[in-house]
C-alpha cells in the first residue's frame, strides 16, 4: 500500500534562517505531488504542485520554492523565512487526475 | 472569483443523530467534489469522492450528495458517535487539467455529544 511520510512534525525557526521540509511517497511511481499551507481556522492554500521530476508549478508569489529531484520525493524551500511563513505544512500526492489526494501528517512551523 | 463556503464553523449534535454538513460554491464548475476529516494537529484523511454526474455517494454511516443546479453539496453521517467529531472539510477538484488542483472550504468544526 502507499505511504506518505513528511517531516520533521515540528520546528521552530528564527526569523531570516533557511527552511528544508521534505516528503516522500511510497508504494507508487508518478505521483502528482502538492504542497499545501494551512492558517490556523482556514482551509488548506495550495502553495505548489508537480506532475513530474523537475516539473513545478507555483500557485501564489511568495517566498517559498519546491523541488522534486526524485520522482517520489518533494521538497519545501526558503532561503530566508519570514514571520508571515509560520504555518501547518502539509504535503499531498494522488495517483492520476481522477483520485483523491492523500495526505501526509504536517509539518507545524514555528517562525520566531 | 471562485468561493467555497461550508456551513457555520462549528456544528454541536447528540449522540445518535445524524449531522447534516453544507459544502455550497461559487463562480466554480467542479468535476468531482472531495471530504475529508481533519483531526487537531494532523493532516487531513479522505472520505468520500462524487463526480459531477453522480447524484449521491454512501460509504458505511456517510452519505454525500451533490447538486451542480444549486452548487451544494451535502455531507450526512448518520447515528453519529463521539469518536467523529473532528473538522471536516469540503474540496472541489477542477474541470481540466492532469494535476487536478483541490480547493478547499474552511472546514466545519463537529462536536458530538455524548
Known amino acids: 500500500s502507499q505511504t506518505i511520510h513528511q517531516w520533521p512534525a515540528t520546528l521552530v525557526q528564527p526569523v531570516g534562517s533557511p527552511l528544508s521540509l521534505e516528503c516522500t511517497v511510497e508504494?507508487?511511481?508518478?505521483?502528482?505531488l502538492y504542497w499545501y499551507r494551512q492558517a490556523a481556522g482556514r482551509g488548506l492554500q495550495l502553495l505548489f504542485y508537480?506532475?513530474?521530476?523537475?516539473?513545478i508549478s507555483s500557485e501564489v508569489p511568495q517566498n517559498l520554492s519546491a523541488s522534486r529531484p526524485q520522482d517520489r520525493q518533494f521538497i519545501l524551500s526558503s532561503k530566508k523565512l519570514l514571520l508571515s511563513d509560520s504555518g501547518f505544512y502539509l504535503c499531498a500526492w494522488k495517483s492520476d487526475s481522477n483520485q483523491p489526494q492523500h495526505f501526509g501528517d504536517g509539518t507545524r512551523l514555528s517562525i520566531l | 472569483s471562485q468561493k467555497i463556503e461550508q456551513n457555520s464553523e462549528a456544528l454541536n449534535i447528540q449522540e445518535g443523530k445524524t449531522a447534516t454538513l453544507t459544502c455550497n460554491y461559487t463562480n466554480y464548475s467542479p468535476a468531482y467534489l472531495q471530504w475529508y476529516r481533519q483531526d487537531p494537529g494532523r493532516g487531513p484523511v479522505f472520505l468520500l469522492l462524487?463526480?459531477?454526474?453522480?447524484k449521491e455517494k454512501r460509504k458505511e454511516r456517510l452519505k454525500v450528495t451533490f447538486d451542480t443546479t444549486l452548487k451544494q453539496s451535502l455531507f450526512h453521517i448518520t447515528a453519529s458517535q463521539p469518536a467523529d467529531s473532528a473538522t471536516y472539510l469540503c474540496a472541489l477538484a477542477g474541470a481540466s487539467g492532469s494535476a487536478r488542483q483541490l480547493t478547499f472550504g474552511s472546514g466545519t468544526q463537529l462536536t458530538v455529544l455524548p
Open positions: 508504494g507508487t511511481s508518478n505521483p502528482n
Open positions: 508537480s506532475v513530474g521530476i523537475g516539473q
Open positions: 462524487i463526480r459531477e454526474n453522480e
